[in-house]
């Protein structure tokens, strides 16, 4: 059976193929792309049981055989540090569930060209009530010289200067989308196999959208010209056939996902009690950026584009517009500093 016969290009034969359109490439970024798909697998499986914890044991409690259930966003944590230390391409990871970066000592991985960053399971307070969920990751080329261990320095690089992000999202299905400058692609698991395989080539966010996605809950606490906005898409924007549905799941994941595929805009603000707004700059806002900005997206602070940021800290936060290009420039209208909106 040749290629042109088969239905299925598996992640890895994808990324392989990919590598080889660049002489110079070594093929360790695919090699990663694997691991995290690896460990994103076996997170899969934890997450797939969550609605059985009434028969397996709590997760965070012990259950009936006295063992301890590890909670799912643990479990995720300590899958993709314990699968990306065992992989000879990465020198070390950074984590939101962990205060400092995590650099390997072995020797392997003194040679490694890349470290990851990674949020395990975002989105985690959805398992509850079976919402989808899911784990995005960012991949940098190291700054520190090779030979050694990594360094903080690694980490705190501006999501311009990215080779890859992406995010698993444990949904209806389970799908890795990820995206190098070149281009965004989506997998979606087919579990007979048990691998990812392409199903969603060249991914392009529409230019336009029709959905804005916030949570608006919080609007006793935004400034007015996000008011204003905000009445933009309920009532004002009928230039654009009729005002534009509010969809908010309050899990990152599963909001860019759409936002994506079906264009729209997300927006997680800076607000009263929140001045930096939530989500965070290096396990959240980056990766989304970067992947929004390769399939033809925008992503912004209000004020500055988030690739742009040199992060001061490793969990630093930040406000971000992100999705469609006509819907987050038109937001840029109300919301950029200086704007007078009536
Ligand atoms: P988490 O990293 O603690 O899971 O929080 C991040 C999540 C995002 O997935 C989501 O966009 C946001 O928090 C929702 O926050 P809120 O409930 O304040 O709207
Ligand atoms: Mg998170």
Do not use: W
């Amino acid at each position: 059976m040749d290629n042109a016969q088969r239905k299925l290009i598996t992640l890895d034969e994808f990324t392989i193929q990919e590598t080889r359109k660049f002489p110079q490439a070594t093929g360790e970024l695919s090699a990663l792309l694997r691991d995290i798909g690896l460990a994103c697998k076996m997170i899969n499986k934890q997450v797939r049981k969550a609605g059985l914890v009434d028969i397996l044991g709590k997760h965070g409690a012990t259950n009936v055989q006295g063992e301890e259930q590890m909670k799912l966003d643990i479990y995720s944590n300590e899958t993709l540090i314990s699968v990306l230390k065992n992989s000879a391409d990465c020198a070390g990871v950074a984590s939101e569930e962990n205060d400092n970066e995590v650099c390997f000592d072995d020797s392997f991985s003194a040679h490694s060209k890349y470290v990851v960053l990674f949020d395990p399971l975002d989105g985690s307070s959805n398992i509850d009530v079976n919402a989808s969920i899911g784990t995005i990751f960012s991949i940098y080329r190291r700054v520190s010289p090779l030979g050694g261990p990594c360094t903080k320095e690694d980490f705190l690089q501006p999501g311009n200067k990215l080779m890859a992000a992406g995010y698993v999202i444990y949904g209806s299905s389970t799908m890795m989308v990820y995206a190098t400058k070149l281009s965004v692609n989506g997998f979606t698991l087919e579990p007979s196999i048990g691998e990812f395989c392409l199903s969603h080539p060249n991914l392009k966010c529409p230019e336009k959208g029709k959905i804005y996605s916030i949570n608006q809950g919080n609007s006793s606490k935004y400034d007015d010209n996000l008011l204003a906005y905000l009445k933009y898409c309920m009532e004002d924007n009928k230039a654009e056939g009729r005002p534009y549905s509010h969809r908010y799941i309050g899990s990152m994941v599963a909001d860019m996902h759409r936002t994506l595929i079906k264009g729209g805009i997300f927006m997680y603000p800076a607000d009263s009690s929140s001045p930096k707004g939530k989500l965070r700059l290096q396990y959240e806002c980056n990766p989304m950026a970067f992947l929004m900005q390769a399939a033809g997206g925008l992503a912004t602070t209000g004020t500055e584009n988030i690739l742009d940021i040199v992060p001061a800290e490793l969990h630093q936060r930040v406000p971000i517009y992100i999705g469609s290009k006509q819907m987050v420039s038109k937001a840029l209208e109300f919301v950029k500093e200086g704007a007078i909106v009536a």
